[in-house]
């Protein structure tokens, strides 16, 4: 563009908006110099980075353009009195601040309220609602999105390339710890269900998190200080290293039973090209994940948050378990305390693990029959006979007896030990017959994509306030409720770090 012509448009821009002459002028320059003569050998990568460069500069000449405006534009208030109930009685202009924002750090200016022997109030930047941090609620919740996804140091790159801006590892730590503050009190709206009466699933695990020593439970603690090491560069046989700590995962869940019920022969043992029936189907899932919380504490935000999907206790409620049985103690006490009855079903999976092992006993290694034993067995216990099958492996045991104190003999005794205990529990008949699932994939999934795949990065050691706003927010955007989360935290912060600092609101609203 000839240089008479860009003159006059900046001039232009200058008289209906002082200031927007620097603005166009930029953009004209930027188009003007890359589309030029002069820049005929630059390739259409060499263009785009240019622009991505200096387009973002010109966006922060826009927001600082913009906010200058604003300062210029803001009226005096009659009367601003703090939470204190004291009376600023000067003000000030020109009291400035800086925010990085997506674009780069623009400066902030507003008035400053004033008198002897109390604290400044900005009112403006209630009106902007403008974070404590330096960093603006978009750079913010970028931090949290990219940290979801991968390391810190992940996240830091992907900031950089995406906006220029470059946030230390601990302040990205500080704004996901930050943004979870508000997790705690956090209830989503209820997802409609696909039909009334849809039964209603719990189920709770745990997962270890590596952790910083301080971070450990005190018995965990206890037991790393004692332990006794067989080398000094590696650990021994069966030694763990003791740094973990449990995080309690539990999940709430809608079901669409199966069309058809299933026969346990459509579970297990199906013949060549036999096609898997159709299963049931979870709905609306929500998660939550706990590390500074115990597990009955866990179990009883979970049923919390069921009974929010069904107040009257009208739908049939099903508690899918791995067998831990201190697990589901505290699960049946919870379920009596609030009057419901509640159908608690064991993994199907784990007895299948069991029977496997125990096949092992009976059976000489790769022997195709154990195959077969197995699938004997799972099939009476899937049509309700755990007792028989408990009777034929106590019959196998005494006609072909382990040598005492062997594995054979301990694997055998923890076999029909878990057998007898989960007899109550083992109800699949029903559970087939009504559609339900059998299986604890739900919950386990939600553990290795809450819980394993972000915070078992290799090498990372988890302080535990970390830990558990990391946990929080993942379990948050698991369940699909990161955007409304994000604007209920927004709102959170707007009440704390402003509204809150005033007798009354009525200086934000004007």
């Given at each position: ?30 188009v003007s110099e890359l589309g030029g003569a002069d820049a ?222 299933r026969v346990p022969e459509q579970i297990l043992g199906r ?189 990372a050691r988890w302080s535990l306030p970390g830990a558990q ?42």
């Amino acid at each position: 563009m000839e240089g008479y012509a860009v003159r006059h448009l900046v001039a232009s821009a200058e008289g209906v908006q002082p200031g927007l002459g620097v603005l166009v002028g930029g953009l004209l320059s930027l188009v003007s110099e890359l589309g030029g003569a002069d820049a005929g050998g630059l390739t259409f990568d060499e263009i785009e980075q240019q622009v991505i460069v200096r387009g973002r500069e010109v966006l922060r000449t826009a927001l600082q353009q913009v906010l200058d405006v604003r300062a210029a534009g803001e009226r005096r208030l009659a009367h601003v009195s703090g939470a204190d109930g004291v009376v600023r009685t000067r003000a000030e202009r020109g009291h400035a601040r800086t925010v990085v924002s997506w674009f780069g750090p623009v400066v902030v200016r507003r008035m400053a309220y004033r008198t002897v022997g109390a604290g400044n109030l900005y009112p403006a930047d209630g009106v902007l609602n403008l974070p404590v941090r330096r960093y603006s609620w978009q750079i913010q919740r970028a931090v949290v999105m990219y940290a979801l996804a991968g390391s810190y140091e992940q996240a830091q790159l992907w900031l950089q390339a995406a906006t220029g801006v470059s946030v230390g590892k601990q302040q990205l730590e500080q704004i996901v710890a930050g943004a979870a503050r508000d997790a705690p009190g956090f209830c989503p709206v209820q997802p409609e269900a696909a039909r009334p009466g849809l039964p209603l699933v719990i189920s709770v695990d745990g997962k270890g998190v590596a952790m910083r020593p301080e971070a450990l439970r005190a018995e965990t603690a206890r037991k790393a200080r004692g332990r006794t090491r067989a080398f000094r560069s590696r650990l021994g046989t069966g030694q763990k290293a003791g740094h973990t700590r449990i995080a309690e995962v539990g999940v709430v869940f809608d079901v669409q039973p199966a069309p058809v019920a299933r026969v346990p022969e459509q579970i297990l043992g199906r013949g060549p090209g036999q096609a898997r029936p159709a299963g049931p189907v979870a709905l609306n899932r929500w998660y939550t994940a706990e590390i500074t919380a115990s597990r009955a504490q866990t179990i009883a935000k979970v049923f919390d948050q069921a009974e929010r999907r069904d107040p009257g206790h009208d739908r049939p409620w099903i508690a899918l378990a791995d067998g831990d049985l201190h697990q589901i103690g505290v699960i049946r006490a919870e379920a009596a305390k609030r009057g419901i009855t509640i159908t608690i079903l064991v993994d199907f999976i784990h007895v299948l693990e069991y029977l496997w092992k125990a096949a092992w006993c009976f059976h000489p290694s790769g022997d195709r029959a154990a195959e077969d034993w197995v699938t004997t067995q799972g099939l009476a216990i899937l049509h309700g006979q755990a007792a028989e099958v408990i009777t034929t492996i106590e019959a196998l045991a005494t006609t072909h007896p382990p040598s005492p104190g062997r594995e054979h003999a301990k694997i055998i005794h923890r076999t029909l030990g878990y057998l007898r205990a989960k007899q109550p529990y083992l109800d699949y008949p029903t559970a087939l017959a009504s559609g339900w699932p059998i299986a604890t994939g739900v919950i386990e999934g939600a553990c290795r994509h809450l819980v394993a795949d972000r915070m078992a990065i290799t090498g990372a050691r988890w302080s535990l306030p970390g830990a558990q706003a990391m946990l929080w927010i993942r379990a948050i955007h698991a369940s699909g409720d990161l955007p409304t989360y994000w604007t209920h935290h927004i709102r959170q912060e707007h009440h704390r770090n402003h509204l809150s600092h005033y007798q009354t609101n009525l200086a934000l609203a004007a």
